[in-house]
């Protein structure tokens, strides 16, 4: 459970790195955006598995809960992120 626990810290605190949304939180992206990777496909490796994840919580209306871990969790663990 705690990897788990520490994933979501993660993803509620990662930035998208390039592109349209550089800088922007995960969360911060809109749907569509996520749709299209979906279509085209995400990106490899840790952004793309993040992008899944991103796009399957905004599908089923889960945002908040992000919100709420961003706001509640530090990102001491992840610097730059």
Known sequence: MEGNKEALIELAHYKMPF????GEYLVDIPEYYYTWFKQKGFPEGKLGRMMIQMHDIKINGLEELIYTIRRDFSKQKFPNK
């Open 19 to 22: 592109g349209k949304y550089k």
